[in-house]
């Protein structure tokens, strides 16, 4: 039914079909999306509502299917390509760099044309004044609560005028205020001639806010139709009308004089707050909800796992998180990651928590490890190939089995199950429905945490519905269904949790002096500001008590050191930036200057010179390709590159030079040292080069890439970063400054020598980390780098005019190392903390 | 419930040979047979005889490194730690044998010293590993010339005969590396604590939900990695008949590329102690291998720097898709194209 010109096609997908390595995850499933339409898509958990958007937005490619876009045909569609063709996802997991700002979030994901000839603070603020993000672009995105991350997305996203934009659960994460908003700039957009299509799980908003609704389940369509002309129930019917495939054992019958052998009360922690509950023996407690909304929160609390207020009782006796952790079994929903250690074998993963039971006179006896673990998998009826085998070998369910037998062997108080069947097939449900219902008569409270309503339907007796980390409903015995559970979840009104957090929001839009204190202190720029402090007491102090301190040669031979040093670490630093490491950079300088020593002589002409700078240029650039190339491409660690490098090159110099030799060229050694006044040439080179640096990672496309892919390499990837391509130019740059300071330390030298340079990896580290850089990537400044090498040479130096012997020189070192990295380390992990908090 | 079908689960064999092992235990074999072959004076037992301390010594302090890297760390205080240990048992005594149990204890008290700084920086305060042990490494040598004030002095007799000593046809460093060796995989295998420290380098996050104390065995790695250091330092004080203070510096990336070579990987995992011990006695002998062909100090390094690349490749390759991916370069080349058509 066509409405006017405005509503036209603008996307269509054709039977569009998806298999995850056999599994079908769609099936023919068509779409028609018009302009100026809201098109909603409902559907449980795993009915295939974000594979289809990956598809149409081009993660994904269909197995079987077509495209037509804008009326044009393709057979898949590559993130790039959707971007032209003006379509916009906004992740149900914003991808934004946690180290970056704001306003370098939006620089980094967004094309150039946006911020074109205005000012890049303007056109941020608007962005975010749009969808009413009141926090300042300089914040860092790290220290922005999730709605507030939402919020950015969607920023990000309307931010190119798309043509089709999708919003994946936008509202999962938000307050009421921001959704309302959401919802006006849906609107907007719609009146604006936008196609949106809005995935939900809440039948209220589609209600406000959608024409046209789309139901999947079990990845196939189950109808489409306009919100005006279908009623709740009607939608609520095609959601779950899902066959009932698995077969389940039978419920407890409820003893009436039974005491509950699990009693929650009013359990308050990290995304959930006051939720009682209990249990009575031979009861499964299930936990429903859409997923995020503090269920897996809730079953860490009770494992132990992380604190909580409020009392958990288990068989009449209170217990602490202290007391719960390790007692409490807990299989959780992230198996890949948290279930299973994917290289152990079947016969470590299941007895991991049980070992102290398989001691014979303090060592542990196989044999009796091998049948306690025989004994369990097989009454769990797992298929595997045998007990040594790697568990990444067994299927889902298998492995799943593998977690419950390790849950079951550790004899628990409790079992707490969260998604226990997910990625588990059909057969191997109904046998971990068994085992659960087992353990359960045997007296163990098992409470299972699921966003399948139908498995908690048939599995569970009494069954508690979470929204926004609240329990909104409680279904006892016959109440219990699964129309019963999506009900109140998708009519749930439950607001978010305030978090004290949220409301100091409101007011960091107009920051005082004292917020912007407070913000340098975390920043980039404290670290330096610190070294600065110490290097001028302690200049101050020596230059106390001596007169020669200050002095011109002083002053000039101290900085003709730091120039060398100074150079590697700028290398050091732009590597460290992605999160890598070059341990090269020390050998790499030295073979450098054996280079120079064939070339670089007295009696070399011109032309012999200009040859030998080239050589060694081309010597950094190809030494920087073959360290990214071994880490991008046959994923080397970045210590394991760059260590075989290290090893080779030194073998080169040593070829090339078995014995110092190749004087360099008198001419050369005073050009390169020529001073105005104190200052050697070098080290102004030096300083303009660190203030360049520093203006490109922070004002420019490849600095934000560079930190992007640093900080989280998937988001990055997802926002159009060419990852590979920024960590081969990271490396080569590296090797790129090791030349510069290969140019510094031929002087110093004055003579091939293959044995020099090796120092320079470690002490170049050293500068880096005293910077405020970190090594993890992501966020660190070149000033810091040079204010670090500047306060090394300068303790090194020290030590003459204190005589002080080398025990010092080392002893300075450690301390300035350790004390800057504790104190940086501990200021980064207090803020970490708060955010947990 | 228990169905029948899956009685069947076999027990699977009772000894396991690692992939690792398998690689590094068929390389030596062959390095070996080449020995013989191309340069039968690198095989001669006086020079195995040479060698084989020197191959002890690095699969000590390999064993030790490999338990922090499998602990996704990295220990870059071999060489201070090496040091130290020389430093005390030959100064503190300087020749006098009854003072050189008490030196002994010393370096044993300053290795744990070090390993609780290094643990309780990585351990509790979360420092980047590579961070804390080049702090920790600057403070030993700070100790080590406090000490020694960087002047070398002769061992003792009795550490000098217990040290070179030869029983039963075997340097008696070898009986070092060996109870060093059974010592880790006793731990590893058949304790309660070596299990979990073993799962928790693994996968932390999966030690954690099960309640294990991932940050105090992380910290203790450390401990355990230095007491072999001490030991190494110590026989190396006894073997060289006049050690310098400076002595741990070559073992630095021998330690990690022994451990790599010996398939553990460095992003954490299970550790693979029989084939570090193997890997060192690979690398040792690949140098002597090398020098008696007679090339100079520089193809040696190349020739490491080789084989440390082939040996993490081995591990780090997808070999599998690699062949399948070549597969299909060679036959299915008309299909690629007919797939990738541009269909707008």
Redesign the interface.
């Known amino acids: 039914m066509a409405q006017g010109n405005q509503n036209t096609v603008v996307m269509e997908l054709r039977s569009i079909s998806k298999n995850y390595s056999g599994v079908p995850a769609l099936t023919d499933v068509s779409l028609e999306v018009k302009s100026g339409e809201v098109h909603a898509l409902l559907g449980e958990n795993g009915a295939g509502k974000s594979t289809l958007m990956n598809v149409a937005s081009g993660t994904v490619a269909p197995s079987q299917g077509e495209l037509f876009v804008h009326g044009d045909r393709y057979e898949s569609l590559t993130p790039a390509l959707a971007a032209r063709l003006g379509i916009a996802i906004v992740h149900q997991h914003p991808a934004v760099m946690k180290d970056l700002t704001v306003l370098e979030n939006l620089q980094v994901a967004l094309p150039k044309e946006i911020f074109k000839g205005r000012s890049a603070d303007k056109v941020g603020a608007e962005l975010l004044e749009r969808v009413g993000l009141r926090i300042s672009l300089v914040q860092r995105v790290e220290d922005l609560t999730i709605a507030q991350k939402h919020l950015l997305e969607i920023a990000k996203a309307l931010a190119t005028s798309p043509k089709i934009l999708v919003l994946d659960e936008p509202t999962a994460a938000l307050g009421q205020e921001s959704v309302a908003l959401l919802f006006g700039l849906v609107e907007k957009e719609i009146a604006a001639g936008t196609a949106v299509i809005y995935i939900t799980h809440r039948l209220a908003e589609v209600r406000e806010l959608a024409q046209v609704v789309t139901v999947l389940r079990d990845g196939r369509k189950m109808a489409t139709s306009r919100v005006s002309e279908v009623s709740d129930s009607e939608l609520l019917s095609l959601i779950i009308g899902r066959e009932l495939k698995s077969a389940f054992p039978a419920k407890h019958k409820r003893d009436s004089q039974a005491q509950p052998n699990l009693v929650v009360r009013e359990l308050s922690g990290d995304g959930f707050t006051n939720v009682s509950i209990e249990a009575y023996p031979g009861q499964i407690i299930g936990i429903s909800g859409v997923v995020g909304n503090g269920q897996s929160q809730f079953l860490k609390a009770l494992a132990g796992q992380s604190d909580f207020t409020g009392s958990v009782e288990i068989n009449g006796k209170a217990s602490s998180a202290r007391e719960l952790n390790g007692a409490a079994a807990l299989m959780p929903a992230d198996r890949q990651r948290e279930g299973v250690m994917m290289r152990m074998s079947v016969r470590e993963n299941s007895a991991l928590a049980a070992l102290k039971k398989f001691k014979t006179a303090g060592l542990l006896s196989r044999g009796k490890e091998v049948d306690s673990v025989h004994a369990t998998l097989t009454s769990l009826s797992i298929k595997a190939p045998s007990l040594e085998a790697p568990v990444s070998a067994l299927s889902g369910g298998n492995q799943q089995k593998v977690v419950m037998a390790r849950a079951l062997l550790s004899d628990p108080v409790v079992i707490l199950a969260d998604e226990p069947t997910q990625g588990v097939d059909v057969g191997a449900r109904s046998e971990l429905y068994e085992i659960l219902r087992q353990a359960s008569k045997d007296g163990i409270p098992v409470v299972v945490a699921s966003s399948d309503a139908k498995e908690l339907e048939g599995l569970c007796d009494t069954v508690y519905v979470f929204s926004r980390g609240q329990v909104v409903k409680t279904l006892r015995d016959e109440e219990n269904s699964e129309e019963a559970m999506i009900e109140a979840a998708v009519t749930s009104t439950a607001k978010s949790i305030k978090i004290e957090r949220e409301i100091r929001e409101q007011k960091l839009g107009n920051e005082t002096f004292g917020d912007k204190f407070r913000r340098f202190l975390k920043g980039d720029y404290a670290p330096p500001a610190l070294l600065t402090l110490v290097m001028i007491a302690l200049g101050g102090y020596i230059a106390s008590t001596s007169d020669t301190y200050l002095g011109e040669f002083n002053i000039n031979s101290v900085l003709v050191l730091v120039s060398a040093l100074g150079f590697v670490a700028l290398g050091q630093t732009t590597v460290m930036m992605t999160g890598g490491i070059d341990l090269s950079t020390g050998p790499l300088a030295g073979f450098l200057v054996v280079i120079a020593s064939f070339f670089i002589n007295d009696d070399s002409p011109a032309v012999s010179m200009i040859l030998g700078l080239v050589t060694m240029i081309a010597a950094a650039v190809v030494v920087g390709l073959f360290n990214s190339s071994l880490i991008r491409f046959v994923k080397f660690t970045a210590i394991a590159a760059t260590l075989t490098t290290y090893i080779a090159i030194g073998g080169l110099s040593f070829i090339l030079r078995p014995n110092p030799d190749g004087y360099i060229s008198g001419d050369v050694s005073a050009f390169v040292n020529q001073s105005l006044g104190a200052i050697p040439y070098a080290f102004i080179v030096l300083v303009a080069a660190t203030f360049g640096m520093e203006y490109l990672l922070r004002r420019s496309k490849w600095g934000w890439r560079l930190r992007a892919v640093g900080s989280n390499e998937e988001s990055a990837r997802r926002v159009g970063v060419p990852v590979t391509r920024t960590v081969l130019g990271a490396y080569v740059i590296s090797s790129l400054f090791v030349f510069l300071g290969s140019v510094m330390l031929m002087v110093q030298l004055g003579v091939g020598d293959a044995s020099q340079g090796v120092g320079y990896t470690l002490t170049s580290i050293t500068a880096v980390v005293l910077g405020g850089t970190s090594l993890m990537g992501g966020r660190g400044t070149y000033v810091g780098t040079l204010m670090g090498a500047v306060l090394l040479t300068q303790v090194m130096n020290a030590t003459v005019f204190l005589n002080l012997d080398q025990t010092w020189q080392y002893l300075l070192q450690a301390a300035l190392v350790l004390i800057a990295a504790i104190v940086y380390g501990v200021a980064r992990n207090r803020k970490a903390r708060l955010k947990t908090a | 419930?228990?169905?029948t079908?899956?009685?069947v689960?076999?027990?699977?064999?009772?000894i396991?040979i690692a992939k690792g092992l398998m690689t590094v235990l068929v390389s030596s074999i062959v390095l070996f047979a080449l020995s013989f072959v191309a340069a039968p004076s690198s095989v001669m037992p006086s020079t195995i005889q040479s060698m084989l301390p020197f191959a002890a010594i690095l699969a000590i302090i390999g064993l030790g490194q490999m338990l922090t890297i499998q602990q996704a760390g990295?220990d870059?205080s071999v060489p201070g730690a090496v040091s130290l240990a020389i430093v005390i048992v030959s100064h503190e005594p300087n020749g006098d044998n009854s003072k050189l149990l008490p030196a002994i204890f010393l370096a044993i008290a300053f290795a744990i010293g070090a390993g609780l700084i290094n643990g309780y920086?990585i351990g509790f305060?979360?420092?980047?590993p590579?961070?804390?042990t080049?702090?920790?490494?600057?403070?030993l040598?700070?100790?080590?010339?406090?000490i020694s004030?960087?002047i070398p002095r002769t061992t003792t007799s009795l550490l000098y005969s217990v040290c070179n000593g030869v029983t039963l046809g075997i340097p008696h460093a070898i009986y070092f590396a060996l109870g060093a060796l059974l010592a880790v995989v006793?731990m590893l295998?058949?304790?309660?604590a070596g299990?979990?420290f073993?799962?928790i380098g693994?996968?932390a996050?999966?030690?954690?939900?099960?309640?294990?104390r991932v940050k105090t065995h992380q910290g203790l790695a450390y401990v355990w990695a230095q007491l072999f250091y001490c030991l190494a330092g110590i026989l190396l004080a006894g073997i060289t008949n006049q050690p310098t203070a400076f002595m741990g510096d070559q073992y630095m990336?021998p330690s990690?590329?022994v451990v790599?070579l010996g398939g553990t990987s460095?992003?954490g995992?299970?550790g693979l102690p029989s084939a570090t011990v193997i890997a060192a006695l690979f690398l040792t002998q690949l140098d002597q291998f090398v020098l008696a062909l007679g090339v100079?100090?520089?193809?040696?390094?190349?020739v490491?720097?080789?084989a440390?690349?082939i040996g993490?490749?081995i591990y780090?390759?997808d070999w599998a898709r690699l062949r399948s991916v070549l597969k299909e370069l060679l036959s299915g080349q008309n299909r690629r194209v007919k797939t990738s058509l541009p269909?707008?």
């Open positions: 419930m228990a169905q079908s899956a009685a689960l076999s027990k699977g064999p009772r396991q990295i870059l920086l305060l979360n420092l980047n590579i961070i804390a080049l702090g920790t490494n600057a403070l040598y700070g100790a080590v010339l406090g004030q960087g006793l295998r058949k304790t309660v299990r979990r073993e799962s693994a996968s996050p999966v030690a954690r939900i099960s309640g294990l990336l990690v590329a790599v460095l992003l995992g299970r100079n100090f520089a193809v040696r390094t190349l490491q720097a080789a440390l690349a993490v490749a780090t390759v269909s707008a």
